[in-house]
């Protein structure tokens, strides 16, 4: 039997994952502190979807500064003492056989909400008061504090606070690091026409928007250095008039790809309300566009959204329109989906399917 796409190899720079299927990053919200530091939950969170068969995690958004985080809640790379926390989650999802990403990120004008609170639904729609908001414009998020407007230093101390995040995530020992462009968090809001009104040369065209995002990009590269795979999380449209269109997306990934960025994630949306009509791989015509734009580049594309059987995700990798899937939500439900997803693909030898090596005799086939 011919081994199905999604249980190939993903090879990115000299890294190879044993199959095509990705965590996306999903934060948790459970830092009891407000250290930012990993926890216990964090660790088996992550080790159990890599025993469940996932090739790539990607460990959930993770601020570069203190008023970055998206709650109080969050993880943090902003100091070395947060470094050792990581270390445990590398660690385990590398023991598990898989390879260990973090997405990192700054909320901007969508940073500090109020902590989750269980079975509380749409909880997280306003500012904690006090909570310094910083974003390319002075506009707020509907219902969410008004932010300060960025200057060339504030810029600048980003650009810093994202490459030193980066390397501490290279001493964690991460493979790969993402950065989080997309869901209307600081990087987007620098991209979009519908959250960047600056009349300097960090606004005004979509070169001078997507200059702060080249920038980081740039630097994130010399601080990782050539063997880490790095990754760039977009959200290909903003779903609303006025706004980012794939298109767009388009242009920008040729220069993200140029820029040597191994890895795009596509997603779309979440920078101003919108009526997004989600469905089923609704966004993987997005990745498939892209995929288009950075054909003949080494860049690889990653689809993503409402992928939840393993004939829809061999299906997205049989018609090119990625060359990896992440699975989300579906997996927060289920961490062995890969192994079942690999019975549903039709795998019956355990040295095929994504099963740990000491389950063997526990296996059927
Ligand atoms: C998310 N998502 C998300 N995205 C991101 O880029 N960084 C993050 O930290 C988070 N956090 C997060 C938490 C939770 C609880 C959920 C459900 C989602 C979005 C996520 O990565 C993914 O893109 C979407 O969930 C769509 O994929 P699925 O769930 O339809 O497979």
Not at 250 to 278: C, F, K, M, Y
Request: charged share 20%.
């Amino acid at each position: 039997m011919r081994t199905p796409n999604l249980l190939s190899p993903l090879t990115m720079r000299d890294l190879s994952a044993r199959n095509r299927l990705w965590l996306p990053p999903m934060c948790m919200y459970c830092v009891p502190g407000d250290d930012g530091a990993v926890t216990d939950w964090h660790v088996v969170h992550y080790a159990s979807r890599a025993v469940g068969g996932f090739g790539t995690l990607i460990v959930e958004a993770t601020a570069v500064t203190p008023e970055g985080r998206l709650s109080p809640n969050d993880l943090g790379l902003w100091e070395e003492s947060q470094v050792e926390g990581h270390h445990r989650i590398v660690d385990a999802v590398h023991a598990a056989g898989a390879l260990a990403g973090i997405q990192l990120g700054h909320g901007g004008r969508k940073a500090g909400t109020p902590p989750m609170r269980p079975r509380e639904k749409g909880a997280r729609t306003s500012t904690i008061e006090g909570w310094e908001l910083l974003a390319p414009s002075a506009v707020a998020y509907p219902e969410h504090a008004v932010p300060t407007e960025l200057d060339e230093t504030g810029i600048d101390h980003l650009v810093e606070a994202f490459t030193s995040a980066a390397r501490r995530a290279v001493e964690a020992g991460y493979d790969i690091v993402e950065l989080h462009g997309a869901h209307g968090y600081l990087i987007h809001e620098f991209l979009s026409p519908l959250s960047n009104f600056r009349t300097d040369s960090y606004g005004g065209s979509p070169q001078g928007r997507r200059r702060f995002l080249l920038r980081v990009v740039q630097a994130v590269r010399q601080a990782i250095g050539e063997e880490k795979v790095l990754d760039v999380r977009l959200s290909a449209t903003d779903w609303a008039d006025g706004g980012l269109t794939g298109q767009d997306t388009v242009e920008l990934a040729r220069q993200l790809a140029e820029a040597g960025v191994d890895i795009l994630h596509v997603s779309t949306g979440g920078n101003v309300p919108a009526q997004v009509p989600a469905g089923p791989g609704f966004q993987l015509p997005f990745a498939a566009q892209v995929k288009e734009a950075v054909a003949g580049t080494r860049t690889q594309v990653v689809g993503v959204g409402l992928v939840e059987t393993a004939a829809q995700a061999e299906q997205a990798l049989v018609t090119g329109q990625a060359d990896a899937v992440a699975v989300g939500r579906a997996a927060l439900r289920d961490p062995y989906l890969p192994l079942r997803w690999a019975a549903d693909l039709g795998v019956r030898s355990w040295q095929e399917a994504p099963w740990p090596i000491q389950y063997w005799r526990g296996t059927w086939h």
